[in-house]
């Protein structure tokens, strides 16, 4: 345990359209390089101005398919120059992989149609699984050998029909991709799972009322977690993430005694730069 290293994060940002995920993502450290599916990096414009951000030390590449990308990260394996990729997101990803497979199968005359339309099968879902064990795999190997940190963006939706066969009448929101048990697995390689939405007080007539936030513990309907001393809720709105909350409290970590006493169960609070404890926690040494 002594080797480990906590300096970069293997993360995910997940919450619906607009909550501000691709705009906390830029402000990880930079250089940055984003894989770019869903091709609107100039909505991070305005973020990019408001926190001086100079436009050098972001690169990035539209995608469309899944061969280029992969080739792009075999490059990062031997060489990084970056210190942040991010992924936006692994719900277009997807996209980009089936339709990847579906055209190399009609260049043969294989696949299925509905009418003219190609559509995706029981072997497109394979390989959507298939080519995501390939990304995690390549990302981990990036972010362990060069240090870097990864992020993962992803959009969820409302999982809303009761199973009447096992009982269950949980609602949860789950990530969009493809197929439903590949997003389920992709959360479990990540060691930071953050959730985004808007907080509770806001009023969609009144806009000076809208305040962005997170969560960094389960909800009860959406999952999230950390391996840092964060508070369970932060309200970031147009405050830069990693600067004002993350980089701290990773200082923190490195600082805190070897011996934690107690943590408590139910945290107080919204954690602030300019908090002077570990966020809950109470070690000594």
């Known amino acids: 345990m002594e080797s480990l290293d906590n300096s970069s994060l293997f993360t995910m940002l997940k919450g619906e359209p607009g909550t501000r995920k691709s705009t906390c993502a830029l402000s990880y450290p930079k250089p940055q390089y984003w894989i770019s599916t869903d091709h609107k990096m100039e909505a991070l414009t305005l973020p990019m101005k408001r926190w001086g951000i100079k436009p050098s030390d972001i690169t990035f590449d539209d995608y469309k398919d899944w061969s280029k990308p992969e080739a792009k990260l075999d490059q990062f394996k031997v060489q990084c120059p970056y210190k942040t990729i ?3 997101s692994i719900t277009s990803f997807a996209d980009n992989i089936n339709r990847e497979t579906r055209a190399v199968k009609a260049q043969s005359g294989g696949g299925k149609k ?4 190609s559509v995706d099968g029981l072997e497109e879902y394979n390989a959507e699984s298939a080519a995501f064990q390939t990304l995690i795999a390549a990302l981990k190997d990036i972010h362990k050998y060069h240090k870097v940190h990864v992020i993962l963006i992803a959009h969820v939706v ?12 949980h609602h949860s929101r ?8 590949i997003a389920g697995k992709i959360s479990c390689y990540m060691t930071e799972v953050y959730h985004f939405n808007v907080d509770t007080g806001f009023n969609a007539d009144d806009q000076s009322d809208s305040k962005f936030a ?10 999230a977690r ?6 369970r809720k ?3 709105h147009d405050e830069p993430l990693y600067d004002r909350w993350i980089a701290p409290a990773q200082k923190r970590l490195r600082e805190m005694p070897s011996t934690i006493v107690s943590i408590p169960d139910k945290p107080s609070g919204i954690i602030t730069p300019a908090s002077a404890s570990s966020a809950g926690f109470t070690a000594t040494k």
């Open 86 to 88: 991010i992924v936006d």
């Open 214 to 223: 997170l969560f960094t513990q389960f909800t009860g309907n959406d999952y």
């Open 226 to 231: 950390t391996s840092l001393p964060l508070e």
């Open 158 to 169: 409302g999982q809303r029909k009761d199973d009447t066969t096992n009982k269950l009448t």
């Open 114 to 117: 509905i009418g003219n339309i």
């Open 234 to 236: 932060i309200v970031f």
């Open 174 to 181: 789950v990530i969009i991709t493809g197929g439903d048990k």
